[in-house]
């Protein structure tokens, strides 16, 4: 049985690792699903993977159906998720390109479909979401990076902003006195409903850019890109050293 899933994010829509046999449509009581579920091997490893703004990449992070997403995943029989993201760099370590596997989170998100527990008809649901990121894959992750060679922050605390637009200085100085080291748009509610299904969940956060007013000037989509073109090719490797 399937139970491992890579949620690729932005510069990762697509795993070529990946030996892919099955392109599974899913759809689901929430509706559709971002794109097809990709079943392959990595490694010798069966592995799922979904590109989570689609494919082609077109589904803004506000817009994506992030219950979809990860009910049609529980479908399949997933019980362990990787979700790369790229982020912004807050604090001094989040260099662009740097890898990092958060342990904390921080949602400034609104007006997401954010929970499986919505039904009126049954007892009011709390999960308890103390560990955000479940700590024996954060390590598992963690682990891979050493082995590999490529140096990764083993924690930080992402901050999830609403976008599409990035963010202001003011926004970003408000995030670095919550604590946040990394920001991001589609953390959550993704971490949240995972943790609702009892899934395995951790990212591994590429970082695209310095935060806004964490360097000169504004923000390209092009330096992003190329941030992006390097970061990733290390974050593949660091996905097949963890599931290989
Ligand atoms: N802010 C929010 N999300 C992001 C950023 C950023 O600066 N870079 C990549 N994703």
Sequence with gaps: MTTLAIIGGTGLGQLAELTATTRKAIDTPYGKPSADYIIGELGAREVVFLARHGNPHTIPPHKINYRANIWGLKQLGVETIIAVAAVGGI????????LAIPDQIIDYSYDREHTFFSDTSHPVTHIDFTYPYNPELRDALIDAATRAGIAASPSGTYGCTQGPRLESIAEIKRMEQDGCDLVGMTGMPEAALAKELNM???ALAVVANWAAGKSDGEITMSEIEQNLHVGMANAAKVLKMCIA
């Design 91 to 98: 604090t001094p370590a989040m260099a662009p390109a740097h």
């Design 200 to 202: 395995r969940y951790a």
